[in-house]
T-cell receptor, first 116, second 111 residues
Framework: DTGVSQNPRHKITKRGQNVTFRCDPI?????LYWYRQTLGQGPEFLTY????????KSRLLSDRFSAERPKGSFSTLEIQRTEQGDSAMYLC??????????????FGPGTRLTVL | LAKTTQPISMDSYEGQEVNITCSHN???????ITWYQQFPSQGPRFIIQ???TKVTNEVASLFIPADRKSSTLSLPRVSLSDTAVYYC????????????FGPGTRLSVLP
């Protein structure tokens, strides 16, 4: 399978704990995006990378959230001191810039976070 | 203030054509409009993308008026397996950043 993969698929944690999610994009894709989706809502943009550079971070994103993409390959999203309001599906997507459809983002299956 | 709106839900019968409209004022002048399909517990899946006028692929058509303040996804002859949530995705600045999904339209296809 050469699609976007995310790990873990499910994570249950207690309030106040730190969690880290991983995303492996499609290998030749240079853009990587993180979104958050709560039940009944559309995905909410969090941040995106072009290669290893983090180009945009949502103003709505708390300082407890941080993302990295070392070497422009996989990415990690860390949430520190989790709160119950962080419970959501965290989606990763990747795309290839310099095609005619650079906004064609390919999504992974998501990581469902539950904060107790 | 950037705002994207879609009908919350739609019902249709198998074999009918379904049109879903997304309203998106003041989107980036150089960015595409993209539509996605999402099934429960899965990530969104790309359906179609366009910049203006009409685009057609093997599964859908996309109509975009000249002012680009809205777009309409057209699904010909829907089947039960098309029951899903449909989202439009646009960008609100010219750097292709700040990607904004619409609230989604839940399509129910009935036999």
């Amino acid at each position: 399978d050469t699609g976007v993969s995310q790990n873990p698929r499910h994570k249950i944690t207690k309030r106040g704990q730190n969690v880290t999610f991983r995303c492996d994009p499609i290998s030749e894709h240079n853009r990587l995006y993180w979104y958050r989706q709560t039940l009944g809502q559309g995905p909410e943009f969090l941040t995106y990378f072009q290669n290893e550079a983090q180009l945009e971070k949502s103003r709505l994103l708390s300082d407890r959230f941080s993302a990295e993409r070392p070497k422009g390959s996989f990415s990690t999203l860390e949430i520190q001191r989790t709160e119950q309001g962080d419970s959501a599906m965290y989606l990763c997507a990747s795309s290839l810039l310099f095609t005619g459809s650079y906004n064609e983002q390919f999504f992974g299956p998501g990581t469902r976070l539950t904060v107790l | 203030l950037a705002k994207t709106t879609q009908p919350i839900s739609m019902d249709s019968y198998e074999g009918q054509e379904v049109n879903i409209t997304c309203s998106h004022n003041n989107i980036a002048t150089n960015d595409y409009i993209t539509w996605y399909q999402q099934f429960p517990s899965q990530g969104p899946r790309f359906i179609i993308q366009g910049y203006k006028t009409k685009v057609t692929n093997e599964v859908a058509s996309l109509f975009i008026p000249a002012d680009r303040k809205s777009s309409t996804l057209s699904l010909p002859r829907v089947s039960l397996s098309d029951t899903a949530v449909y989202y439009c995705l646009v960008a609100y600045d010219n750097y292709g950043q700040n990607f904004v999904f619409g609230p989604g339209t839940r399509l129910s296809v009935l036999p």
